[in-house]
């Protein structure tokens, strides 16, 4: 298989690879897959609560190169936004970036739905009505 | 081999030999029954074979393997039927290189006065393959594996005691004594005629020198990382394969660590859309997880110590690299029991 540049890129550098501190109040954890199916992701985000911005991100993904692409990738997108424009974050626009081909699409929508997960997280840990993720799903 | 040259007839590659052997011997033998007993690890050109004769009204026994991949013998025995036709059993295995015990089963089929079939693809001009002794009545082989031109196999078909007929599954000028019609490949043959003489000179002299460095292969990995499993029984192995489950690191990822300076394949078909891990190590009883993190090394002729040195430092760095990216490696470190987890299948 022909991996694009871009994932090459991801896979061999991958950036922002690590742990945040999943039980500190302003980090939210979504963890995505599982390892029979040969995916497993893990996406951390860290809010700052006085601007509500996503300050830090930090993932760990265990996959293809295309998974761990789609995630190094998210984590570089999600630093400096915030919650609501980290959910408009769609999967095809990591496909578009990355040139996934078709079969690899799955490594974009694991990448979304971890973005979606680790938020839930953020959002239920600090009260935040779950309806607003939910609508975000629909 | 030590067979007549009239036993041999030439075909387009293992793939129709495969079907000319097992669809051959379906409709030649369909009087005296149609059950056909062959094993879940078989190559998909056996397995896809036995499904099409299954449509064709035939009925198929799949064996388990146990874990070591060899075949329980009581349980072929037992699954003898009267109707039974056919035993089909690969000689060596193309992911796990583990080789079956052919002369007991030879010796099952000849007790039962059923004919043996075996897809020896992956074993001759590598091992010694004598299927007159062993009690082996049909075989394929092919020439690439052998270092010969793609696009040439053969069948061996048993003459006398007893004397094989297979029906044509290609129909025309009625070659190769009946069996095979269309005009020869001669080129392709010649070639393969050539490989094989080479292979025979040559082949105990390659089979331990290539057991050697892929024993030190093997045994690196096992001294250099943790968590390193090898699949498959390793006595009754192939010299030149090993099978080997790195934990937690997903085999395609691991395979683009090396950037296509070597040559390995992966467990994991996740290139496909199909996300389903190696059937043969599934068979084997590993789990999909295992199944996923599995490379299968296959050594060569032409493959040196500074080939092997070079894998050893390549693999180990990827592996590292792989598992320093992976969240259930850092939880399996923090000793989190990842059974116990809740996973959002996909």
Known sequence: MAYSEKVIDHFTQPRNVGTLDKSSKNVGTGLVGAPECG?????????????????????????????????????????????????????????????????????????????????????????????????AHA | MEVDEKEIIFTSGATESNNLALKGVFEMYSRKGNHIITVKTEHKAVLDTCDKIEKMGGEVTYLDVQPDGLIDLAELEAAIKPNTILVSVMWANNETGVIQRMAEIGRICEKHGILFFSDATQAVGKIPTHPRKLGVHLMSFTSHKMYGPKGVGALYVSRKSPRVKVTAQMDGGGHERGMRSGTLNVPGIVGFGKAAEIAKHQMFEDAARLSKLRDRLQQAFIDNLEEVYVNGNQEHRMPHVTNISFKHVEGEGLMMTFNQEIAVSSGSACTSASLEPSYVLVALGLGDDLAHSSIRFSLGRFTTEEDIDYTIEQISKGVNHMRHLSPIWEMYKEGVDLSNVEWSAH
């Open chain 1, 39 to 135: 995916d497993v992701m893990r996406l951390q985000i860290q809010v700052n609560e006085e601007t509500g911005m996503i300050e830090d991100a930090k993932f760990k993904t265990f996959g293809c190169g295309s998974a761990i692409a789609s995630s190094s990738l998210a984590t570089e997108w999600l630093k400096g936004k915030s919650i609501d424009e980290a959910l408009s974050i769609d999967n095809m626009d990591i496909v578009e970036e990355l040139a996934l081909p078709p079969v690899k699409i799955h490594c974009s929508v694991l990448a979304e739905d971890a973005i979606k997960a680790a938020i839930k997280d953020y959002q239920v840990k600090n009260g935040i009505l779950e309806a607003t993720l939910s609508e």
